[in-house]
Nanobody, 123 residues
Framework: VQLQASGGGLVQAGGSLRLSCAAS????????MGWFRQAPGKERVFVAA????????YYADSVKGRFTISRDNAKNTVYLQMNSLRPEDTAVYYC?????????????????WGQGTLVTVSS
């Protein structure tokens, strides 16, 4: 079972990036999915979550209105569209699969984790 995150990179403040998380080894179409991020020297924190069918989403206050999480179950892939990026968004972004079908912002709800992709926002 593997979650492969991609799409990170260097972008100027105000710019956009789209992260992808492709699953292999099993389907996650029945699982809620989430994105977390970890800045240098800080703990990993919740960013966004989506339910198994995309019907429900939830965002951290710090990204609400700027980031959009979505999924394509046919492709076994979850996305994070990030707009109006700020230097404080700089972090390694991780995708994860929830143990359950709904949404959760609790890190302990997530069993499967990707390897992370680095997003760097310059001022």
């Amino acid at each position: 079972v593997q979650l492969q995150a991609s799409g990170g990179g260097l972008v100027q403040a105000g710019g956009s990036l789209r992260l992808s998380c492709a699953a292999s080894g099993r389907t996650f179409s029945n699982n809620g999915m989430g994105w977390f991020r970890q800045a240098p020297g800080k703990e990993r924190v919740f960013v966004a979550a989506i339910s198994w069918n995309g019907g429900s989403t939830y965002y951290a206050d710090s990204v609400k209105g700027r980031f959009t999480i979505s999924r394509d179950n046919a492709k076994n892939t979850v996305y994070l569209q990030m707009n109006s990026l700020r230097p404080e968004d700089t972090a390694v972004y991780y995708c994860a699969a929830n143990l359950y079908s709904g949404i959760s912002d609790y890190i302990t709800s997530y069993r499967y984790w990707g390897q992370g992709t680095l997003v760097t926002v310059s001022s």
